[in-house]
């Protein structure tokens, strides 16, 4: 699906934890799809 976010799994070195945050954030920071919402319902209009 075009558009659709997706899941990636980092793995690295024991005790290398910073290394791995900042490749992660770099990741999410060139996706932007942490930013995506979806639409939601306006109220009154649930079913």
Do not use: V
Not at 31 to 44: C, Y
């Amino acid at each position: 699906m075009r558009g659709a976010p997706y899941s990636i799994c980092f793995t690295g070195h024991l005790n290398d934890d910073s290394f791995l945050l900042a490749i992660a954030g770099a990741w999410q920071a060139a996706g932007k799809h942490h930013l995506r919402h979806p639409l939601l319902p306006k109220k009154g209009n649930e079913r």
